[in-house]
């Protein structure tokens, strides 16, 4: 059975900085392309960040320049630099490894809670 874990979200200050990691077990994600989510309050989970097995890298604009997904392959780990952190950024987020046309492929974990406040 195929487990994500996410863990790092906290409340921080805005321009402060976070590192979230995201561990699976029962899946090896050395085969897959990686990404993180985030589901705003109110509003629906969306694709923010993506590194492929070569370690491209892609952004949504919101987040360009002060997020960087990382993966390390021995840890079966996908990780999520935050900084310069705005409220905008308030949201929980989620990773999962990514399919075809950008489809998650796993069940979703519980996510981390990051609050960024004024």
């Known amino acids: 059975q195929v487990q994500l874990v996410e863990s790092g979200g906290a409340l921080v200050q805005a321009g402060g900085s976070l590192r979230l990691s995201c561990t699976a077990s029962?899946?090896?994600?050395?085969?897959?392309?990686l990404g993180w989510y985030r589901r705003p309050p109110g509003k629906e989970r969306d694709l923010v960040a993506v590194?492929?097995?070569?370690?491209?890298?892609s952004y949504v604009d919101s987040i360009k320049g002060r997020f960087t997904i990382s993966r390390d392959y021995a840890k079966n780990t996908v990780y999520l630099q935050m900084n310069s952190l705005k409220p905008d950024d308030t949201a929980v987020y989620y990773c999962?490894?990514?399919?075809?046309?950008?489809?998650?492929?796993?069940?979703w974990g519980r996510g981390t809670q990051v609050t960024v406040s004024p």
């Open positions: 590194i492929t097995t070569a370690g491209r890298t």
């Open positions: 999962n490894a990514i399919g075809g046309d950008y489809y998650p492929i796993h069940s």
């Open positions: 029962g899946t090896d994600f050395s085969l897959n392309t």
